[in-house]
């Protein structure tokens, strides 16, 4: 027997080894791998995030504009997935059999190995008739569980570009900001956007602990990280939703803009941009065609034409340059010039139109002369007391600039362009140093030339004007959440213009439209108000001239500066001022009473009809 | 007298192993009730508790314990064939009478409880096999005693098989160990060895390979027992422009031929003349090597066919599981996942008792049975896992130094067969539950939840408790 008995040091050295390889093992997957801690997180916590309610929007009059409505989406833990009657569930989502299996082996492919665990997205916002029915038989499908998610729903369907809509982030979106998941909403244009962070609250997430069958059995840490959801900030918005809709209605099947601001406060009251779009087909999950379609309408309905088109003003920056000249001490109220059909310089013309001549400042505003600005301009770069074109010019452009031309307003209307005025480089560049003068960039005189100016500015300008001398930044943003709103929206900006060379001006403008014979806007009159404004035909090398209106009501203590601005319109008295003169008096009057003005603005169609047929 | 009788039995009592048994039943109450507490305010003695129900179970085995050690000892060794024979009544009965759990057929309900007779069948094996290697002249080099040992077990390994417990039917295997000791011949371990390391390796690769990896062993295996390099050389050469030309040459003749039936060709060429030149230079050995080389290509070849046709799905898919070869964490590998999470995120100190998440919400199926370990592994990490198998340890020790110390032959095989059954259930068990072992369902000796198993491993320990005392009668 005893002969064996090294074998008895073998057997207890075979065992040793398997207690070495048993506990090695252990000690790697315990200590060394951290694979396993992981996962049993993953198995057992549950992330339950309560996603906070989207402020609403209220127009100034706290009208809703947009609020929330719950969806209810279906979704699925694939792991959990047990035969279950696809008839039945492909009735309750009128839905064919062969689409419920379809999308359940679809879902159970794409999450093998990894997501088992992870819901996904089964069905996207049934009805809530739907959701009800499927409450009641719930049982019978394992797995499946119902994510309530609040869209977007807009009682009017208005300034699809202003107040922007709300769309399902995507990855660029997540890496970004923790605040977002796989299918949270967020902001992607217009006040969505630009007021994104105080809209769409804090979310608050509970972690929850559960079991193999998915059952949540206790909260994490006592709930000690947990944290509560607080509802997104209600916004009240400057927009008169009423006016709105009207611009809107008056601007229907026309290319263009109306901007209207409050000249006392800066606040935006319409800002039409001319074809719209409506913003539910963003979250309707059955208009997904839609979205397609308006991204590729050549006519852009996407581009806010308000705060991102950039147009020569035309005659409205008469205005303008009137004041420059007054302040400057080279033009009076009383200085007349002459002009005959237009202004000759060497061999070439500035032409004009008919009107009686010589003209003084206030008339040149009323009849638009061509001729009187040209002169005026000249007056100021040409000034003496300056030693160069050069010089003159770069105190004609500081005079400009103080009314916020050449940059940004720094509105909250999202994507706003700067507006484009040249600078002494935009000129030597295009004709060499020293070797331009004020009769080489004469068209600034009548605004045009190398003047690139949104509707916005445009709107801010004669609200500057309406407020003699002073602008307050242009801004959507009434209150948000009862806070105060953004100190840089109360600060006045105060022009480089003294205040009383604005009555000489508002005097023309008010002349344009209530003056009688030889007044450009007549069109615009209304019976008990006085409404100061400047039209404006601004040259379209491509087309058609623009049809521009700048104005303001009433004279004295103004409560609307609006611009409007019509491509292609031809004359700003044919369409941008009556379209103007109807705002103004929707807005102070609340009710319209020049019914064929209004029936002719909304039946014209001025939609380049050939050009979008060759474009598509 | 009978006081000095009774205070020296008691002395000579192995209190180290008693000990070590104590602890194991503890730790087994304790993870239980973690494994099955789900949070409610229930005791852990609780009888609707699975907890409650071992505490139970283990007050009985205390019971028989104590009648094991006051019943005469030649009582175990006399009848032992009486309660071989009843076991395998029991386990016929329970094939006849039994209900299915988990797919075999293995238990047997008498009046008020349940059984697993294999868990007993185990014990009267182990006393079987030594009672037969305790014949006088018994040598297990003998046919005679060979024969007589294997129907032991083989009789035992048929009746888990017919009850569809392979796992069970595996355990009885674990007696090489006794042979061994016994004194089986070496190269018989490592044949067996070897053979094992062949399934595997014909599970994993193509068969091909395993030809070409065994041709190549035995030239190694031939260079060294020739010591004719250059020879065994020109028959690999051969073999190799055999093989090529075959696989080459037969599409030529329009017979389309695989690499694999192309290397058997080849090799089925070359063995006669090395048998011819083993036969002619007298060079015995090199025929074993040929044999065994035969042998080898058999078993890789009915090894895939034995996988394909004789196995059944969830074995195929346990064994794929472990091998890496497919790891479906949906289905059949979600019990070892699961399992490797559970321990994985014990860390070194653990979750602390009763705080394992994945244990409190069943994440691990079977837990308070076959995978117990996985509460020990999540609830007290590295230092629990380290005492457990240090406590295992520790009783194998124990058991082989009391087999050692025997007289008597009956006695030391028997301890050494307790040896092999407890080390075979120890390793496999913790080894599935850390993925380095096919999941085969056999419990976690005196930890599991179960009576039977526990009645019958505290029967075996302390038959070999009271086998020790009265070595002094």
Redesign the interface.
């Known amino acids: 027997m005893n002969e064996f008995l090294n074998r008895k040091n073998h057997i207890l050295a075979f065992i040793t080894v398997a207690c070495i390889v048993i506990l090695g093992r252990i000690f790697y997957i315990q200590i060394i791998d951290g694979y396993y801690k992981q996962v049993s997180d993953q198995n057992v916590l549950r992330y339950e995030i309560e996603y906070p309610a989207r402020g609403l929007i209220f127009d100034r009059n706290n009208k809703l504009l947009v609020d929330n409505q719950t969806v209810y989406d279906i979704m699925v833990v694939p792991r959990e997935i047990q035969n279950f009657d696809t008839t039945a569930l492909a009735k309750l989502l009128e839905w064919t059999e062969y689409q419920v299996v379809s999308t359940v082996a679809e879902i159970k492919n794409k999450s093998k190995k990894t997501a088992v665990y992870q819901p996904t997205l089964f069905a996207k916002q049934v009805s809530a008739r739907v959701y009800a029915t499927l409450q009641e038989q719930w049982y019978k499908f394992p797995g499946f569980y119902i994510q309530p998610r609040n869209l977007r729903h807009y009682p009017y369907k208005l300034a699809g570009n202003l107040i922007g809509y709300t769309s399902e982030v995507n990855d660029n979106d997540i890496a970004a900001d923790q605040f977002y998941v796989q299918g949270s909403y967020i902001g992607k244009i217009g006040i969505e956007n630009s007021y994104e962070k105080s809209l769409r609250g804090k979310r608050g997430v509970t972690i929850k602990m559960r079991d193999v069958y998915n059952r949540t059995i206790e909260s994490y840490n006592k709930g000690a990280s947990d944290t509560v959801a607080v509802a997104g900030a209600n916004f009240i918005c400057s927009i008169d939703a009423d006016l709105q809709q009207y611009g809107e209605l008056l601007m229907q099947n026309k290319l263009g803009s109306i901007v209207a601001i409050e000249p006392s406060t800066g606040e935006i009251l319409a800002m039409v941009s001319s074809p719209n779009f409506d913003p539910s087909i963003f979250t309707d999950v059955h208009r997904i065609k839609e979205r397609g379609t308006v991204a590729i309408d050549p006519l852009k309905p996407m581009f806010n034409r308000a705060v991102m088109a950039q147009y020569p003003p035309g005659s409205i920056f008469k205005t303008v340059n009137a004041l420059i000249g007054l302040q400057e001490g080279v033009a009076f109220e009383n200085t007349r010039y002459a002009c005959h059909s237009g202004y000759v310089y060497g061999r070439r013309k500035m032409a004009c139109h008919i009107h009686p001549s010589p003209l003084n400042l206030v008339q040149s505003i009323q009849m638009s002369c061509n001729g009187y600005y040209c002169q005026v301009f000249r007056t100021i770069i040409d000034n003496p007391a300056y030693s160069s074109a050069e010089e003159g010019f770069q105190v004609w452009r500081k005079h400009a600039e103080s009314f916020g031309l050449g940059s940004r307003l720094e509105s909250d209307v999202p994507n706003e362009l700067r507006s484009t005025l040249p600078t002494v480089d935009t000129y030597n560049n295009m004709y060499g140093t020293g070797r331009w003068k004020s009769l080489t960039i004469l068209s600034l005189s009548i605004g045009q030339g190398e003047l690139g100016i949104t509707p916005l500015h445009m709107a801010n300008l004669v609200s500057t004007i309406a407020n003699r001398g002073i602008y307050y930044t242009p801004h959507l943003v009434k209150s948000i959440g009862g806070q105060q709103i953004d100190l840089r929206f109360l600060v006045p900006h105060k022009t480089s213009i003294a205040r009383e060379h604005f009555e000489p001006v508002i005097e023309g403008m008010s002349r344009a439209v209530n003056g009688g014979a030889g007044g450009t806007a007549t069109v615009a009159r209304l019976p008990d108000i006085e409404v100061c404004g400047k039209t404006g035909t601004a040259q379209n090398p491509h087309g058609k001239d623009h049809s521009v209106f700048s104005g303001f009501a009433p004279r004295d203590k103004p409560q609307i500066a609006i611009a409007v601005y019509v491509e292609n319109g031809g004359f700003g008295a044919t369409w941008a001022a009556p379209i103007a003169s109807l705002m103004i008096e929707k807005y102070l009057k609340k009710e319209v009473s020049r019914r064929w003005l209004e029936e002719r603005i909304i039946n014209g169609n001025l939609l380049p009809q050939n050009d979008t047929n060759q474009k598509q | 007298m009978t006081q000095t009788r009774n205070n020296k039995f008691i002395a000579r009592l192995d209190w180290t192993t008693i000990l070590i048994w104590l602890a194991l039943l503890c730790i087994g109450v304790v993870n239980i009730y973690a494994a099955v507490y789900?949070?409610e305010e229930k005791n852990i003695f609780d009888l609707s508790l699975r907890s409650g129900m071992q505490v139970m179970w283990i007050a009985m085995a205390c019971l028989i314990a104590l009648l094991i050690l006051v019943i005469n000892s030649h009582f175990y060794a006399t009848f032992t064939p009486i309660f071989y024979i009843i076991t395998i009544v029991l386990m016929l009965a329970t094939l006849l009478f039994g209900r299915v759990v988990n797919g075999s057929k293995s238990w047997l309900t008498i009046g008020p409880m349940s059984i697993q007779s294999v868990e007993f069948m185990k014990l009267t094996t182990a006393l079987m096999v030594a009672r037969v290697m305790n014949a006088h002249n018994f040598d297990i080099q003998k046919w005679k005693y060979t024969f007589q040992v294997l129907l032991v077990i083989l009789v035992a390994v048929g009746l888990s098989l017919w009850q569809h417990d392979t796992g069970s039917a595996l355990v009885f295997c674990s007696f090489l160990?006794v042979f061994?000791?016994?004194?089986l011949p070496q190269w018989i371990v490592f044949s067996i060895l070897f053979l094992l390391l062949l399934f595997v390796l014909s599970l994993l690769i193509e068969p091909h390979s395993v030809v070409i990896f065994l041709s190549v062993f035995a030239f190694i295996l031939a260079v060294f027992t020739t010591g004719k390099p250059l020879g065994c050389l020109i028959m690999m050469i051969i073999a190799a422009v055999f093989t090529t030309g075959i696989y080459f040459g037969c599409p030529l003749f329009g017979y389309e031929i695989s690499f694999y039936y192309a290397l058997l060709i080849a090799h089925a060429a070359i063995i006669p003349i090395v048998i011819f030149r083993a036969l002619w230079r007298r060079i015995q050995r090199l025929i074993v090597i040929v044999v065994l080389f035969v042998v080898s290509i058999s078993v890789n070849y009915s090894v895939d066919y034995v996988f394909d046709n004789v196995l059944k799905e969830h074995q195929r898919h346990r064994i794929n599981n472990l091998l890496g070869i497919e790891s479906d964490?949906?289905g059949w590998g979600y019990n070892v996942h699961?399992s490797?999470?559970?321990?994985?995120?014990?860390?070194?100190a653990g979750k602390g008792y009763l705080e394992g998440?994945?244990t409190?919400?069943?994440?691990v199926p079977e837990q308070s049975t076959d995978f117990i370990f996985c509460t020990i592994?999540e609830e007290w990490?590295?230092v629990g896992?380290?005492v457990v198998?240090a406590l295992?340890?520790l009783l194998?020790?124990r058991i082989?130094a009391i087999a050692?110390r025997q007289k008597n032959?009956f006695a030391k095989y028997y301890g050494?067969s307790i040896?092999s059954i407890l080390?075979f259930h120890v390793?496999v068990n913790?080894?599935m539950t850390?993925?380095?072992m096919p999941v085969i369902g056999i419990p976690l000796p005196f930890i599991s939840y179960g009576g039977s198993s526990l009645w019958a491993f505290t029967m075996m320990l302390f038959i070999l408790l009271k086998l020790d005392v009265a070595k002094y009668e």
């Open positions: 789900n949070g160990l061994y000791r016994a004194g964490l949906k699961q490797k999470i559970a321990i994985g995120s014990g860390g070194f998440t994945q409190k919400f069943n994440f592994g990490g590295f896992a380290l198998v295992y340890f194998l020790w082989i050692e032959k050494y040896v080390v390793a913790l080894g850390i993925g380095i």
